[in-house]
C-alpha cells in the first residue's frame, strides 16, 4: 500500500501500524513513550503521533502524568467484564474507595495472572501527588505488595527463572523472597519501599472467599516521602482490619436493604 507524498500511511497500511502500536502499549511491561514506540516500529515520531492521537480520542489509549501511554478506558472498561472479575470488581469498589478516603492514597484491587499481577480497580486517594492508574498493569509479583501478598497466600506460584531487579532495593534472589514471604504471613500484610520504583511505597494485605482462600489482594499507594517506615505497620493492621470487616458490613447492608 502506497503512502501518501506528506508520508503519512494510508488505507490498509494506517490501520496494521495503529492496531501494531495498540497491541505494543497493551503488551507492554512499562507504559512506553512516544519516542519508544516510534523507535520500536521504525517511524516517524509525527506519524506515530498522528496514529496515537486517533486512539486516544476513542478512548483505547491514554496517557499517564509522564507521558507514556496506557490502555484507555474503552478498553479498560471492556477489560473489566471478563468472567470472574466483573463480580470481584463490584463488590470491593466500596472498599478501595473507602481505602482511598481514609488513607488519603491510592487503593488498587489486583490478582494474579500468569506470572505477573494485575491491577483490576482503583480509588484514587485526595492527593494531587499520587500514583498513575495501575488498571490493566501488569508487574511482577516478586516486587509489588499486592503480588507479594498472593505469593506468601498460596494464590498463585513463585514464577521459575530469575526475579527482574527493578531497582538497587528490588529482592532479586528466591531465597531472599522466600524469606520474605514468611515475614508476609506472619504479619499478615506485605511492603515494598522502592522496589518496584525508587520513591514508590504500597501496603498490601489479602482477600479471602467465603473458605478462606485467597483470591485476591489490595494495597494502598503513595510516595515514600508519605508513606514512611513508621507508617507502614499501622497501615499494614488497617487493611487487615478493613479486609475481614468488609463481607460483615455488605451483608449488613444487604440484611437492612431487605
Known amino acids: 500500500m502506497a503512502e501518501s507524498r506528506a508520508g503519512a500511511p494510508t488505507g490498509a497500511q494506517a ?18 513513550l512516544l519516542t519508544q514506540l516510534a523507535s520500536a516500529h521504525g517511524l516517524a515520531k509525527s506519524t506515530v503521533s498522528r496514529m496515537l492521537s486517533a486512539l486516544e480520542r476513542q478512548g483505547l489509549v491514554a496517557r499517564d502524568r509522564e507521558g507514556a501511554f496506557i490502555p484507555g478506558q474503552t478498553l479498560v472498561r471492556f477489560a473489566r467484564t471478563r468472567a470472574g472479575d466483573i ?44 500514583t498513575r492508574n495501575w488498571v490493566g498493569s501488569r508487574l511482577p509479583l ?10 506468601a497466600f498460596d494464590a498463585t506460584p ?7 531487579r527493578r531497582t538497587p532495593h528490588t529482592i532479586s534472589t ?10 508476609v504471613r506472619r504479619r499478615g500484610f506485605a511492603v515494598i519501599k522502592d522496589e518496584l520504583e525508587e520513591g514508590l511505597t504500597a501496603v498490601a494485605a489479602p482477600i479471602r472467599d467465603d473458605q478462606g482462600k485467597v483470591i485476591a489482594s489490595v494495597s494502598v499507594t503513595g510516595p515514600s516521602s508519605r508513606l514512611t517506615q513508621a507508617r507502614l505497620p499501622a497501615l499494614g493492621l488497617l487493611l487487615i482490619d478493613e479486609t475481614r470487616r468488609f463481607p460483615m458490613n455488605q451483608r449488613r447492608r444487604k440484611d437492612a436493604q431487605s
Not at 500468569?114 to 485526595?126: I, K, M, N, R, T
Not at 516478586?142 to 505469593?151: N, R, T
Not at 513463585?158 to 527482574?164: A, H, K, Q, S, Y
Not at 531472599?176 to 514471604?181: D, I, N, R, S, Y
Request: hydrophobic share 45%.
Open 142 to 151: 516478586h516486587c509489588s505488595a499486592l503480588g507479594k501478598v498472593l505469593l
Open 87 to 130: 463480580d470481584l470488581i463490584s463488590q470491593y469498589r466500596p472498599l478501595l474507595e473507602r481505602l482511598a478516603t481514609v488513607t488519603g492514597e491510592t487503593a488498587n484491587l489486583a490478582v494474579a495472572i500468569g506470572d505477573a499481577v494485575e491491577s483490576l480497580d482503583q480509588a484514587d486517594g485526595a492527593y494531587l501527588l499520587g
Open 15 to 32: 490501520i496494521e501500524r495503529a492496531s501494531a502500536l495498540l497491541v505494543s502499549v497493551l503488551e507492554a511491561e512499562r507504559p512506553p
Open 174 to 183: 528466591r531465597a531472599e523472597l522466600v524469606t520474605e514471604l514468611a515475614l
Open 158 to 164: 513463585i514464577p521459575p527463572g530469575r526475579l527482574e
